[in-house]
């Protein structure tokens, strides 16, 4: 378990999809130190309940392209806890049939659309009435700094899908606004989570060409998202929303970067 670093979220419960690895695993363990809740919704339950375990949570097994899944999540995290407060809608996929548009064929393309994008309507779907019967809330939806820049190696539906997490999170951000529910995308750079390191970093040649574009010359840890995470719930983050949150080492802002 993490260390406790403040109380800023005590009393609040947190759902986190994608929440037994990666960025989502890091949020869980931040947001548990920091005295939230944590619903682990995974599809993965072996590690999904090692994760909930961890944190002292609970594990809801869900497949967040099936809206029943996707509502159950919720009522569960409400019956048991008593709120939804935070959601963070994070889980998502990037495949290697997913390419150029040339090459990417339309399983792949509804494939990563549903998975990311679409699940991502779902949750914010069923989780904003549960804020709106307490009259606040944060939902942090994960983009990538790829829905604000172009990739010469594409993956064609993985920056799509993106671009659309990006666009419905500053639409959503606005219509809700008055109504204390808070929404914003955050947009991470490279991360050094297992799915990067199996993409771009297994091979040391290829990993080097990717970080030459980062101003910061390395790839975020996990633990550092988190901490991005953690704000944007917190009431700290009390005036952000509708808010394209980069947090990509320099990435997006960069023309040249030296060698």
């Not at 929440?19 to 695993?25: E, N």
């Not at 390395?218 to 988190?226: C, D, T, Y």
Request: aromatic fraction near 6%; charged fraction near 20%; hydrophobic fraction near 40%.
């Amino acid at each position: 378990m993490t260390e406790i670093i403040s109380n800023r979220l005590s009393g609040r419960v947190a759902v986190i999809t994608g929440g037994a690895s990666g960025i989502g695993l890091a949020t869980a363990r931040r947001f548990a130190a920091e005295g939230a809740r944590v619903v682990i919704a995974d599809i993965d339950p072996t590690s999904g309940q090692e994760a909930a375990a961890e944190v002292g949570g609970m594990f809801v097994k869900v497949d967040v392209t099936n809206e029943d899944d996707v509502k159950n999540m919720y009522a569960t995290a409400k019956e048991t806890y008593g709120s939804v407060d935070i959601a963070f809608n994070n889980a998502g996929i990037s495949p290697p049939d997913d390419a150029s548009i040339l090459d990417t064929g339309i399983d792949a393309w509804r494939r990563v659309q549903e998975v990311n994008l679409t699940s991502i309507y779902y949750c914010c779907k069923h989780a904003i009435p549960y804020m709106q019967e307490r009259g606040k809330g944060s939902i942090i939806n994960t983009a990538s700094f790829v829905a604000v820049m172009g990739a010469a190696t594409s993956q064609i539906s993985y920056s799509a899908s993106k671009g659309g997490v990006l666009a419905m999170s500053r639409e959503l951000g606005v219509e809700f606004a008055r109504q204390g529910i808070r929404i914003n995308a955050l947009c991470p750079g490279p991360v050094n989570t297992p799915l990067l390191k199996e993409l771009f970093a297994k091979d040391p040649e290829q990993a080097q060409r990717r970080l030459v574009h980062v101003p910061l010359g390395r790839f975020a840890e996990p633990e550092e998202l988190a901490a991005s995470v953690a704000f944007l719930a917190s009431d700290d983050a009390s005036f952000i929303t509708a808010s394209t949150f980069l947090v990509d080492g320099g990435i997006s802002g960069a023309y040249v970067t030296p060698m």
